[in-house]
């Protein structure tokens, strides 16, 4: 094999492997490898529901997880504003009620009182969901949450990033309550990995 062969393949080696992902950016398009969910299309996300629904990237990413510590935090306001966009694109006004705060867990909206920038107490509909977990990471996060309804549930989104831009997404509802710590989550996850009950994405409800 020639010097310059062997350099060709050591620098294409390189490049691949200095990401998590294979990448393309062409007129505003951002085009991930084949198992990830997340493209950028004329600069709007776009999911690939199939790789979610068929978990075709959950082993991946929670091999990852297994090496990725992730803070934990404990207020709505400190999930990343490109996390909350990302959110709002896919299900509209992605809004949380802190963990411990109320929220509505019917299927008929209920209310609350607050006070506003003058001190006055005014009346607020309760937000549909409730932070049940938040851990950051230097390129992942997940977000658990509770969301009622007629039938409430719990749900476990997993984020991998770079930057401010997501690259990769996976999301479920599931009926647990483990999924309060990252331990909790992931020993989940990998005990129900192989569950068709996983394969759903109705988050957008």
Not at 146 to 152: D, F, L, N, T, W
């Amino acid at each position: 094999m020639s010097i310059i062969r062997v350099a060709i393949i050591l620098s294409l080696s390189l490049f691949i492997n200095s990401s998590a992902f294979a990448q393309l950016i062409y007129n505003n398009t951002f085009i991930v490898d084949s198992n990830t969910s997340v493209s950028i299309v004329n600069g709007k996300y776009k999911i690939d529901k199939d790789i979610i629904e068929g978990s075709k990237n959950l082993p991946r990413m929670l091999n990852e997880l297994d090496t990725n510590f992730l803070e934990k935090k404990w207020k709505v306001e400190d999930i990343p504003t490109f996390i909350i966009s990302f959110m709002d694109s896919l299900t509209g006004p992605f809004v949380l009620a802190n963990t411990g705060e109320p929220y509505t867990k019917g299927c008929i909206v209920e209310t609350g009182y607050k006070n506003d920038s003058n001190g006055k107490s005014v009346k607020y509909n309760l937000p549909s969901r409730q932070l049940a977990f938040l851990g950051i990471g230097n390129d992942m996060a997940i977000i658990t949450y509770c969301q009622g309804g007629i039938a409430s549930s719990e749900y476990i989104l997993i984020f991998k990033f770079k930057g401010n831009t997501i690259t990769d997404f996976w999301a479920t509802n599931i009926n647990s309550d483990d999924i309060k710590t990252q331990a909790q989550i992931m020993r989940l996850l990998k005990s129900k990995i192989s569950d068709e009950s996983l394969l759903k994405l109705n988050f957008c409800y």
